[in-house]
C-alpha cells in the first residue's frame, strides 16, 4: 500500500538542480516565487527528516547541527572548472519550530568559489602546514579544512554566496501537502458509545421544520444536471467546501425540478440506520440512534470520510425531504473489502440504486481514485468505481476539485512510514489551482483528461472539518488501508 501512495503522488518532482544560476526567481515546476513562509502542520523533526530524505534521494551525505535544527549536506562541485577558479555548491537547511504541529523549513544553496577564498584568506602564520589545506594538485581546498574550528555558526567558510533553493522546497511542499488521503477500510474497529451529545441538535422539536442550508447555485453547473446523468465528484476528504457544494448542487438540482440519488462513501450496511435518520425529525436522540447504532461513526482511526461536514451534509438531505424535495440517500462503500473487490461493490451498489430511482440525477462524492473514469497507470488491473460505471452508464462525468490551499483532515503517511490522522495542509497542483479572484464555478474541459476527469469544480480554500464523534488517532503501521486522492 505504501508503493501505491507513492505512485499516486509522493514521487519527488521539481528537484533542484545545482548548476542553475543564483537568484533565479522561480523554481524548477515553473511556480512563482512565494510571497509568504510556508508553515507546515507536521512536527519540526517530521519536516526536517523529510527534507533529508530528499536530499538524500539526491544522493548528497546529510549532517545535522543544533540538535536537528540545522541540516548541511556533502559539496557537489558542477562541472569541470580549472584548478585554483573551481566552484562548490552543497545544501543548507534551517529548521524552525513555532508549535508542535507548525514549522518552518529555510532551504539554502550555498556557492564557494576558489577564487573568493584564497582573496580572503590571510597569509598563514609561521609553522602553519598549507599542505593539509591542498588538494593532491597543490591547489588550496577549503573543503578540506576543518569547517567548525572557532566557527560559531555551521559556515567556517570567509565567503560564501546563497540563495533559497525553492526547486527543493517545493518538493518539500509536494511530499507534505500535496499527498492522498488514505481510506481505512480493514481492520478498524469502533469504540463503544453510551451517549452522544449533539451540541447543535435540538432536543425537542421546533416549532418549523428548518430549512436546508442551501446556498447560491454554482456558476456553470447547469450543464451537468440533466435527468438520467450520473456526476462523480473528486472528495480530498475531511473537508467543509466539498459537502457544502454538494448540498448546492443538490439543491440546485432539486430547484430544476430533478430527482436527485446522491451516493456518499459510507458503507452500504449503514443504509438502514441513514434512512431511518432521512425519515426522523432530525432530533439529538435520532443522530444519536444513527451515529452510536452503527460502526462507521464510531471507527478509532477517522479518515475524513465520517466528517462533521458530511454528517451535517445528511442532515441537510433530511431537511429537503421533509420540506418535499425528491432526493434519496445511497450508502455503497464497503466495510473490510479492498482493491478491485471494493470498486465492484461500490459500483453495484450505486447501479443497483439507481435503477431503483430512475430517472434521477446522481451525485456521487468518493476519492479521486474512485471517481476517474480511465484505468489508473499503475495497476493495469485495478479498474476504479468511475470506470466501472462510465461502461455501463449512458451519461457519466467526473469532475476534479480546484482550490487553494488549505487544510483538511485526513489520514496520510508519514515520513516515519506509519498513518497518522490529524489536521493537515493541503495545497494544489498547478493545474488544480484555483485562480484568486475567481468565484466558486465549473470548468468542463475541451476533452477528457487522461484521468478521466471531465471538468473541474473550483471551490476556493479549503478548511478542515474534524470527525463527527473522534479526535485525532494515530494508525498503527499495520492498519488495512485504501490509498486516494
Not at 149 to 161: H, K, S
Not at 173 to 179: D, G, K, N
Not at 279 to 286: F, T
Request: overall charge negative; some cysteine.
Amino acid at each position: 500500500m505504501r508503493w501505491m501512495a507513492v505512485m499516486l503522488g509522493l514521487v519527488c518532482s521539481g528537484c533542484a538542480v545545482l548548476s542553475r544560476g543564483l537568484g533565479v526567481p522561480i523554481d524548477e515546476a515553473g511556480e512563482p516565487a512565494p510571497k509568504e513562509e510556508t508553515v507546515y502542520l507536521v512536527p519540526l523533526a517530521d519536516a526536517m527528516a523529510m527534507t533529508r530524505n530528499i536530499l538524500e534521494e539526491q544522493r548528497y551525505d546529510v549532517f545535522e547541527k543544533e540538535g536537528g535544527l540545522e541540516l548541511f549536506t556533502s559539496a557537489h562541485e558542477p562541472g569541470k572548472g580549472s584548478a585554483g577558479s573551481r566552484n562548490f555548491e552543497r545544501y543548507y537547511v534551517k529548521g524552525e519550530k513555532l508549535g508542535e504541529r507548525r514549522t518552518l523549513v529555510r532551504v539554502f544553496r550555498l556557492s564557494y568559489s576558489e577564487i573568493d577564498t584564497v582573496a580572503e584568506t590571510p597569509p598563514l602564520a609561521a609553522g602553519v602546514r598549507e599542505e593539509a589545506h591542498r588538494n593532491a594538485d597543490g591547489v588550496d581546498n577549503p573543503f578540506k579544512r576543518d569547517p567548525f574550528a572557532g566557527a560559531p555558526q555551521v559556515e567556517g567558510y570567509r565567503l560564501a554566496r546563497g540563495n533559497r533553493d525553492l526547486g527543493i522546497e517545493r518538493t518539500l511542499l509536494q511530499r507534505l501537502e500535496m499527498v492522498p488521503s488514505l481510506e481505512l477500510v480493514g481492520g478498524n474497529a469502533s469504540v463503544p458509545v453510551r451517549s452522544v451529545m449533539m451540541e447543535e441538535w435540538a432536543e425537542e422539536a421546533p416549532a418549523s421544520a428548518p430549512e436546508p442550508e442551501c446556498g447560491a447555485p454554482l456558476t456553470g453547473t447547469d450543464v451537468v444536471m440533466t435527468a438520467g446523468a450520473t456526476v462523480l465528484l473528486a472528495d480530498p476528504l475531511g473537508t467543509r467546501e466539498v459537502p457544502s457544494a454538494a448540498l448546492r448542487l443538490v439543491c440546485d438540482a432539486t430547484a430544476k425540478g430533478l430527482p436527485v440519488v446522491l451516493g456518499l462513501s459510507i458503507p452500504s450496511t449503514e443504509q438502514a440506520l441513514l434512512d431511518a435518520y432521512l425519515a426522523s425529525a432530525g432530533l439529538a436522540s435520532d443522530a444519536q440512534t444513527l451515529l452510536g447504532n452503527g460502526s462507521f461513526w464510531r471507527r478509532v482511526y477517522q479518515d475524513g470520510r465520517s466528517s462533521r461536514a458530511m454528517l451535517w451534509l445528511i442532515e441537510q438531505v433530511r431537511r429537503l425531504r421533509a420540506s418535499g424535495k425528491d432526493v434519496s440517500l445511497v450508502a455503497f462503500d464497503a466495510d473490510k473489502a479492498s482493491g478491485n473487490e471494493r470498486e465492484a461493490w461500490m459500483a453495484r451498489h450505486v447501479l443497483d440504486f439507481q435503477r431503483q430511482h430512475a430517472p434521477a440525477w446522481t451525485l456521487v462524492l468518493a476519492g479521486g481514485t474512485h471517481t476517474r473514469t480511465q484505468k489508473v497507470g499503475w495497476d493495469s488491473d485495478f479498474e476504479p468505481l468511475g470506470a466501472r460505471l462510465a461502461g455501463q452508464l449512458p451519461s457519466v462525468q467526473a469532475l476534479d476539485i480546484g482550490f487553494q490551499r488549505g487544510t483538511q483532515f485526513s489520514c496520510r503517511y508519514s515520513v516515519w512510514e506509519d498513518v497518522e490522522c490529524d489536521v493537515f495542509a493541503i495545497s494544489p497542483s498547478k493545474q488544480t489551482r484555483h485562480p484568486v479572484g475567481q468565484p466558486a464555478s465549473l470548468e468542463l474541459f475541451g476533452a477528457p483528461l487522461p484521468e478521466g476527469f471531465h471538468g473541474r469544480l473550483y471551490l476556493g480554500a479549503l478548511s478542515a472539518s474534524p470527525p463527527a464523534l473522534h479526535a485525532q488517532a494515530r494508525a498503527p503501521v499495520d492498519t488495512p488501508t485504501r490509498a486516494t486522492h
